[in-house]
């Protein structure tokens, strides 16, 4: 293994057990046991330790989730078929091993009162999908494409909470029709 | 103090504990601190310890939000009136000593993937929201009670996550518009 997929495997598993964990619940040494990397290669790539491989992972993730905001808006032909796209993707990615998981960028926010660096990452890690959303809600002519975007986050981040906790993925598919319908 | 003073105590610093710092990071010794009760009281009122308590701490916190829904609704003269009452209330909820807090059954449904009896209790009282509010929808005359309570729930849920990483209240307010407007 190259320096590169070191770097790489400590962020997934980090953002895999905060998923499971919570921020809190995860200690460097659980990290460094799922990759089975000695602790000088994690200094070596994160010498801010645990909050900046927490920062990292939550960008990582962040970036995965704007992937698919972008494939589900590109070619839709209407802003509630790539919503409704957008909900399959997510509760998709919600699915691992046959269970539900937390989305991974809620587990940063909500260790946010102790660190509020690490909350303010998450926050715009929203936004950016917000935004995302936003100029697709614009571009398939939305009257008030921001209200949409925030609101379909919003749904989305309430439908994760409520699968999770349910552990089935039918909220999603609740959001789903209620985008398809008006209220 | 009597006993059934110090049992609330107990219960009501926990839940402000998980909602600053998630389930796995908080300790039995912050929650002694915090009330000032010595350790024999907690484990005379809950003999299950952290578990224990974070379960009686999460049906108290859902029976809060309970409350906060009968009293909204009652005596709403529509579904979407008594949303945006509901609405209100859980963002002044979320308030605490100028910050945002997180929902405190949220803290113990991201513990679910190590505790999913905690889950359950999460999912239970979700569920029990749920019901009073389709229970509404259903004396408003609303066509599907069920779906609207549902995506009420899930709209409240993402708001909070939302509001809680930005710290401020704005999400509340954008799910409010959304609900008395159609989509």
């Given at each position: 293994?190259d320096e590169?997929?070191n770097r790489?495997?400590?962020i997934?598993a980090t953002?895999a ?10 200690g460097?040494?659980e ?13 070596y790539?994160?010498?801010g330790?645990k ?11 962040g ?7 972008d494939?589900?808006?590109?070619g ?10 957008l909900c399959?993707?997510i ?12 989305c ?18 998450g ?5 950016d999908?917000?935004s ?9 002519g939305?009257d008030?494409p921001?209200a ?15 699968s ?13 029709r ?6």
């Amino acid at each position: 293994m190259d320096e590169s997929k070191n770097r790489h495997a400590l962020i997934r598993a980090t953002s895999a057990l905060f998923r499971r964990r919570g921020y809190a619940g995860v200690g460097l040494s659980e990290i460094l046991a799922e990759t089975g990397l000695p602790k000088g290669s994690l200094y070596y790539h994160f010498p801010g330790g645990k909050e900046q491989l927490a920062a990292e992972a939550t960008r990582w993730a962040g970036r995965k989730v704007a992937e698919l905001i972008d494939v589900s808006f590109d070619g839709a032909a209407s802003f509630a078929a790539g919503s409704v796209a957008l909900c399959r993707a997510i509760a998709n990615l919600s699915r691992e091993d046959g269970r539900i998981m937390g989305c991974p960028v809620l587990s940063i926010i909500q260790a946010g009162d102790e660190k509020p660096d690490l909350r303010r990452i998450g926050a715009d890690v929203l936004n950016d999908w917000t935004s995302r959303i936003a100029a697709q809600a614009a571009r398939l002519g939305r009257d008030d494409p921001q209200a949409d975007a925030e609101r379909l986050v919003i749904g989305l981040q309430g439908a994760w909470v409520v699968s999770l906790a349910r552990q089935d993925v039918t909220p999603f598919e609740t959001l789903e029709r209620g985008m398809l319908q008006p209220v």
